[in-house]
């Protein structure tokens, strides 16, 4: 059993940055693909980017390349997502998770995932 805690967001006017990080339990979590996840208010919960195991293969959503980065520490069971030039649009929810194997973009494809933390970007 994995257990993933977000933490780093926060209120942002536009155009700042944030970074979340999400730490696992999980001794193996080397051997876990991650994935970044969001839900706006009333929406359904959305890819937003992953990384495989080892770090050597990422996927971003369309609305976030270049802008976001996902990068991770295995050394220290941590996953991160950096968000730059945020926008309003980027209001969420943002959720980690993990799975064994590729990274995929599909919320079923994930077995675990953590309890989420709201990111909320003013115009």
């Known amino acids: 059993q994995v257990q993933l805690v977000e933490s780093g967001g926060g209120l942002v006017q536009a155009g700042g940055n944030l970074r979340l990080s999400c730490a696992a339990s999980?001794?193996?979590?080397?051997?876990?693909?991650m994935g970044w996840f969001r839900q706006p208010p009333g929406k359904e919960r959305d890819f937003v980017a992953a990384i495989t195991w080892n770090g050597g293969t990422t996927d971003y959503a369309d609305s976030v390349k270049g802008r976001f980065t996902i990068s991770r520490d295995n050394a220290k069971n941590t996953v991160y997502l950096q968000m730059n030039s945020l926008k309003p649009e980027d209001t969420a929810v943002y959720y980690c998770?993990?799975?064994?194997?590729?990274?995929?973009?599909?919320?079923?494809?994930?077995?675990?995932w953590g309890q989420g933390t709201q990111v909320t970007v003013s115009s």
């Open positions: 999980e001794r193996t979590f080397s051997s876990y693909s």
């Open positions: 998770a993990a799975r064994r194997g590729w990274v995929v973009t599909a919320v079923t494809s994930y077995d675990y």
